[in-house]
């Protein structure tokens, strides 16, 4: 049988009770609005993390729910940055969450006019036989221009290749370029450092 | 429950507007369009119902005194950030004992006239907000019982209670709530009320970084701004004043939950000289309905004796 | 600071509470003028004059921290008897090659000190003379002349005195239109806070690097600071912003074209005997530091190659590529654009909105086999071959370019482990959140995985060229159906570990040159100390000392501030309590203090080295700079500088002033790109280019874009490209608040809004001449949330000859009210590509070591 509405909640006594007489506070209250919490209170964890933005190295806490990201704000324990962000630190959880992010691999064939969607692994694979490819039809034993500067020199590398990037990278990710990149006879490593 | 509020000293805001996007993050705010005003570095605008929190960017042809030019020795030790984070967020670390503080060398000869021209000028930010008025015109005149008063002082549209009826639109002296177009009802800055429920800071006092939103307890607040002024006079800005802190200084709210620190007259940030909430007339009226009523019973009265007598 | 740093700005804010004086000097008033004590306005490209005119003042007033200079300074060295000054020169320093636009070295090393003095993270040793030789240099810094009464007339204290003789505040109202009276407030308010109780910092940006003369730039900063004793001391310091969150880490494990991990040197192909002996010699000094230089290299090779890298093979040394020459970014864009590159890798940068001159960028990656572009969401480099400005205008044919593109979409830092080296030297961790969706891959993954196929790809080659992709070291954890490689397994090797059992290396003091131990990074040796991942500390602040170091770990060895050692006085004592940092404990016999000190733990400061001392045992008491091989700080640079042992004014690549200080016009050593598809304006008072252009950002923006201008919260707060004038350049332009204008230089023209304000000032210079300057946010481009004409298409090819930066923040150009550019061609693929040589030939200021003054140009310009 269901509960009938008891006196007690009759708006009039309710007023009294709560001492909001004009009824304007808590008595106005929604069962909504009762149980307002913050989003942050429900999340399964809390990731710590550093602002990718500028070099300043604001700490942030990532919060988790359902492995969605719900709220992104301030670290109050950082000396950095004492729980503060600037507006583009304010705005991680947009940077991260956002439409514009694309998830899939998209190639554009020579000539093409437009994109198109193609497997991760292809594409490795892609990526890997055109590096082995130019790396050996450009691959510098010595240098072979006659009258270079450094003609006849040992120089066991390609100029075929290049890369930029890396000031937005970790620097495990920049170890691991530089590494293969080194290893691979590429000098042309480049990144933001010069902009 | 105490009554918490902002105080929003402007002296110590950067324009960064980190306050704007904490808000719309933390609320999950849409954006308010995407143009180019020409009016300095603000292309907000206004407060509307997607932005709660906006930065007026003011170019001024005159001077502010501690901007740009010499100004007096500073008392040791006044940290800006020293009695801040109320909430249980960590002040700096006394870096250094003792200061003595440093001064701009007096160096007699005039300046040359370009740099005359520069220190006529000055450039002032303010971060404006709902002031969540102590007497709320949008509160009471909504007639559907969706914005209440929370126990933190602050005032709180309801979303789902809202019927977007309009009443608090026009009932706002500071034209901060407005309606949404696309579910027409009414939005304003809710002073975070979720994350105050969770002993969370408002999202944009926390990403301040130069602590010119400043919450807290609104008595602790008003006392800081007053001596925030006197700190501020004693430096050179004569100008230095509050903004509806206090019933006295702004009757027709009763003072401001959110309040502010100001550095020259309320028009020049946009802010009305001296708001009255509409409804605050409305005890006035009722009052001069019934001296009406009261005198046209007593002519009748006097009428009606007189003819008896007559 | 305040407009690209707020969180930073922080604490200058509180500085400023707590009585400390901010200056500011800008060409513009912006968000940072407006909260601090002084707002200098200055001209743009004209930083030199205006420090070397406080050093003018410093010294002419002695201002001078003249303990400090004397014990941490070489002010008393004497310097060779060869070396001229720009004061005898007309602006140039003896050792000028007029053939080459290079100098020399050899006349600028100390007297009595064999060859040139080594210099920490020197890059371009293989250059010098008496390098490649063999021998260990340095061998004789113990014996180096010095007058401790600094009156030596070749002493660098008197050189530096004669050196900025001219800079006085004439000079600067002349050069800087800074009025003579302001001038003088900041150099005596600078000037008089300095001594025992007193330091000052600065902070800069870009706005100091990216000029044709930027190293020079930070070089007179730091000249000022080591002559008021503001370096190494809490609260001094010249602190570098970056833009990058990691932009730190990518110079320390550099993907830079010409240092590995540490600033080790890219080997050089010129030297006879390209062996690890001779590369070591080359690089390494006899003294101090830098003679433990050959344990890092042996440690690096282990790391990398592994148990095939021995003592015998010289630990596969002879391996690693090497450099001929400059193979930096504009070098590379410019032979990709003739066709000489195949392959490109783009990763989370976006180079056709960010660096400069985008038409020329666009036009090599026209001409290459394959693109691969890594990033959230395809910027205007991925999509250059469909929305670039010439693909719209017609000039180019989409059908017409061959690049095949490929885009991986990135993961986020959310969405991986990993570590950025911020600004401040800190490197701090981040966890991974979640995991990224879709193909969404971090760098890591990518890049492991390429190497892991190219590995398989060439591991039956007998070809000795495939050698090093063999032999190296690529065996990393993975985790997860999508095979994530460990990020902290790549950090411990990073930090180092003893090959005989794997475990980490304590600092990078343990490593060995014996082939013991492998070390991916030696500065960043100790970052996983005890198998701690030391750069995921989080110990509250609140919880700590005010130097916080339980938070992160900062390299080297976990030390805050560098240099540390000069916090105390000669004899090891605090200069005073208010600056206690590092001192001398006479009980302990050891330094010790609130940061880890910046010195041989034990030695005394009364320690002095005997005759004939090498490497760590030269290091004296007193010797606050460790790193240099004679341990000074240096107000003048023997070498290491590819452009003068002192910083010198000259103007930019293009300027409206001809330069006030000397008859030489530009830096003589910069690079130029001399290319039809780079044209220069004359080197000053070119007619058509009258305004000086700058180009900044906005805080509500982030450099290219790529993580900002597709974000609503962010678009809708700057939405639209603009550009800054003042009132009286309105006026003399009819330009009109929130209008439009179109704005020129010889590479391109660009339309955006235009914004009228006080902020802009004209400002007066040398004969009365009102400078007029424009500013240039430079955020917007072709695709994008908002999208608007891009500042950096304005831009030409031209460097800074130290670290190859281009000069974007003072160059010329014209501005007209409205929008002109509508039927515009670029200069790479336009009708100028068509069109005869340019009439008029802008003149330059080179070569010429006894270049006499240039007079503008006489034959009037074609008109436009």
């Known amino acids: 049988m269901p509960k009938l509405p008891v006196l007690s909640d009759w708006p009039v006594l309710r007023q009294l009770r709560r001492r909001d007489p004009s009824g304007l506070g808590s008595t106005a209250a929604s069962p909504r609005t009762r149980s307002l919490a913050p989003r942050t209170a429900s999340a399964d964890r809390v990731a710590r993390s550093i602002c990718p933005y500028c070099a300043v190295g604001c700490g942030q806490l990532v919060y988790v729910k359902d492995e969605k990201i719900v709220d992104i704000e301030g670290d109050p324990d950082s000396p950095v940055s004492q729980g503060c962000l600037c507006p583009k630190g304010a705005a991680t959880f947009q940077l991260v969450t956002g439409a514009h992010r694309l998830e899939q691999v998209l190639y554009r064939r020579p000539g093409g006019t437009s994109w198109e969607a193609i497997p991760l692994e292809q594409a490795m694979e892609m990526v890997a036989q055109r590096v082995k490819k130019a790396r050996d039809e450009t691959w510098q034993e010595r240098v072979e221009d006659e009258g270079a500067e450094h003609h006849g020199d040992q120089v066991r590398r390609t100029l075929g290749i290049a890369h930029l990037g890396g000031a937005t990278l970790d620097n495990e990710e920049n170890y691991l370029l530089k590494k293969l990149f080194t290893a691979l006879g590429v000098v042309q490593v480049e990144n933001q450092a010069r902009i | 429950m105490q009554e918490m509020g902002f105080f929003t000293d402007t002296t110590l805001c950067i324009g960064c507007k980190a306050c704007e996007v904490a808000c719309k993050q933390w609320n999950q705010l849409p954006d308010d369009g995407f143009s180019l005003t020409g009016m300095s570095y603000d292309n907000t605008g206004a407060l509307g119902a997607s932005t709660w929190r906006h930065v007026a960017f003011v170019e001024r042809t005159e001077p502010l005194p501690g901007q740009g030019s010499p100004r007096d020795g500073i008392e040791a030790g006044a940290g800006a950030f020293a009695e801040l984070r109320p909430l249980g967020q960590p002040a700096p670390t006394s870096l250094l004992h003792d200061v003595a503080p440093t001064h701009l060398a007096d160096v007699p000869a005039a300046l040359g006239p370009s740099q005359q021209a520069l220190g006529k000028f000055s450039w002032l930010m303010m971060s404006d907000v709902c002031k969540h008025c102590e007497r709320a015109g949008c509160l009471e005149a909504c007639p559907t019982g969706a914005i209440l008063r929370t126990e933190f002082g602050s005032v709180y549209i309801q979303p789902d209670v809202c019927n977007g009826c309009g009443y608090c639109v026009s009932a706002c002296p500071f034209g901060v709530v407005d309606r949404r177009e696309d579910d027409g009802r009414a939005w304003k800055c809710t002073l975070c009320y979720d994350r105050l429920e969770g002993g969370m800071v408002p999202a944009c006092a926390k990403a301040c970084p130069t602590a010119s939103i400043q919450f807290g307890p609104l008595e602790d607040l008003r006392e800081r701004a007053r001596t925030r002024v006197e700190q501020l006079r004693s430096r050179g800005v004569g100008g230095a004043h509050l903004y509806g802190e206090s019933a006295q200084s702004q009757p027709g709210t009763e003072g401001l939950h959110a309040f502010f620190l100001l550095c020259d007259r309320p028009e020049v940030y946009g802010l009305p000289p001296d708001p009255v909430v509409p409804t605050a007339k409305i005890v006035a009226s009722w009052r001069a309905m019934a001296t009406g009523v009261l005198s046209l019973a007593a002519l009748a009265l006097g009428a009606v004796l007189s003819a008896r007598r007559a | ?864």
């Open chain 3, 1 to 864: 600071m305040a407009e690209c740093h707020p969180v930073a700005f922080r604490w200058v804010m509180e500085a400023k509470n707590r009585g400390a004086t901010i200056i500011h000097v800008d060409p513009r008033f912006t968000r940072t003028s407006a909260v601090s004590d002084l707002h200098v306005p200055i001209r743009p490209g004209s930083d030199i004059a205006f420090l070397g005119g406080i050093i003018h003042h410093v010294l002419e007033h002695d201002l001078w921290f003249e303990e400090y200079v004397r014990a941490y300074t070489n002010a008393s060295t004497i310097v060779d008897e060869g070396f001229r000054d720009t004061e005898d020169l007309e602006g140039f320093f003896s050792g000028f090659d007029a053939e080459s636009n290079t100098y020399s070295w050899e006349t600028w090393k100390y007297q009595g000190v064999d060859g040139v003095v080594p210099a920490a993270g020197h890059k371009l040793v293989y250059g010098e003379e008496g390098a490649g030789r063999g021998d260990l240099r340095g061998t004789k810094m113990l014996e180096r002349e010095t007058d401790p009464t600094l009156r030596h007339p070749r002493c660098v204290f008197q050189l530096l005195r004669r050196h900025f003789a001219r800079y006085t505040p004439e000079m600067v109202e002349e050069t800087c239109g800074i009025p003579k009276a302001l001038f003088l407030k900041v150099a005596e308010t600078l000037g008089r806070n300095s001594g025992r109780e007193r330091t000052g910092a600065f902070c800069y940006a870009v706005g100091w690097t990216q000029h044709t003369v930027g190293v020079q730039y930070i070089r007179t900063a730091a000249i000022l600071q080591l002559l008021l004793g503001n370096i190494g001391r809490p609260g001094g310091g010249i602190m570098a912003l970056r833009g990058h969150a990691s932009i730190q880490g990518s110079t320390d494990i550099p993907t830079l074209f010409d240092i590995l991990p540490g600033y080790l040197p890219m080997p050089h192909a010129s030297l006879p005997d390209r062996g690890l002996d001779q590369y070591v010699n080359n690089n390494a000094s006899a003294t101090h530091w830098w003679s433990e230089f050959r344990k890092y290299v042996v440690s690096l090779c282990k790391a990398w190659f592994g148990t095939a890298a021995t003592p015998e093979n010289d630990f596969l040394f002879d391996l690693l590529p090497r450099l001929t020459g400059n193979h930096s970014h504009m070098v590379t864009v410019s032979e990709m654009a003739d066709g000489k590159l195949k392959g490109y890798f783009v990763m989370g940068e976006n180079p056709t909105v960010g660096s400069m001159h985008g038409a020329l960028h666009r036009k090599g990656l026209r001409a290459l086999d394959w693109l691969v572009v890594r990033d959230f969401t395809l910027t205007e480099t991925a999509e250059f071959w469909r929305t670039a400005p010439e693909i719209a205008r017609g000039e180019v044919r989409t059908e017409e370019i061959r690049t095949e593109v490929f885009f991986f979409p990135a993961a986020t830092h959310t969405e991986k482990d990993g570590s950025f080296t911020n600004t401040q030297r800190m490197l701090q961790w981040h966890h991974r959140a979640v995991e990224p969706r879709g193909d969404c891959r971090s760098e890591l993954h990518f890049t492991y995985h390429l190497g892991k196929r190219l590995k398989a790809l060439y591991a039956g080659s007998t070809d000795p060229k495939d050698r090093a992709i063999q032999a190296l070291t690529w065996d990393y954890p993975t985790r997860g159906p999508q095979e994530d490689p460990d990020a902290e397994a790549v950090l411990r090797e990073v930090n180092g570990f003893t090959v005989a059992d794997g475990r980490p290396v304590p600092g990078f003091a343990e490593l060995k040159d014996d082939g013991s131990t492998a070390c991916g990074c030696w500065i960043y040796s100790g970052c996983f100390r005890d198998g701690v991942n030391q750069t995921a500390r989080r110990r509250p602040e609140r919880e700590q000392h005010w130097v916080a170091p339980d938070w992160g770990w900062a390299w080297p060895a976990n030390r805050r501030i560098l240099y540390n050692r000069t916090s105390a006085d000669p004899e090891g004592r605090p200069w005073s309590e208010r600056k206690r940092y590092v001192w001398w404990d006479e009980e302990q016999r050891q330094w010790t203090g609130y940061d880890v000190p910046d010195f041989v733990k034990d030695r005394p400061p009364s320690y002095r080295p005997p005759p004939g001392a090498r490497g760590t045992a030269a290091i004296s008491g007193d010797d606050a700079f460790i790193m240099q091989a004679d341990g000074k700080g240096w107000l003048f640079a023997p070498s290491g500088l590819l452009d003068g042992p002192f910083p010198t004014h000259y103007e930019p690549e293009e300027s409206v002033l001809e330069n006030p200080l000397y008859p030489q016009q530009c830096n003589p050593a910069r690079m130029e790109w001399h290319r039809r598809d780079n044209p220069y304006h004359a080197a000053w008072g070119d007619p058509r280019f009258p305004f000086v252009l700058t180009t900044y950002r906005l805080t509500e923006h982030h450099t290219a874009g790529g993580m900002s201008r597709w974000l609503s919260w962010l678009s809708e707060l700057q939405p639209e490209m603009f550009c800054e004038v003042s009132r009286e350049l309105a006026a003399e332009r009819g330009l009109r608040n929130g209008g439009w204008a179109t704005i020129t230089t010889a590479r391109g023209e660009i339309e955006c809004r235009v914004l009228v304000t006080d902020r802009m000032r004209p400002l007066r210079v040398k004969g009365g001449r009102t400078v007029h300057t424009i500013g240039l946010p430079y955020h917007w481009s072709f695709v994008g949330r908002v999208t608007g004409d891009p500042a950096n298409e304005l831009i030409g090819f031209v460097a800074d000859p130290n670290v190859s930066i281009q000069e974007s923040k003072a160059f010329t150009g014209d501005i007209r009210s409205g929008r002109h550019a509508r039927g515009r061609r670029s200069v790479t693929d336009g009708v100028a590509l068509r069109e005869p040589e340019p009439r008029i030939h802008a003149p330059r200021d080179l070569p010429g070591l006894h270049a006499k003054k240039r007079s503008p140009p006489v034959e009037p310009p074609e008109p436009r």
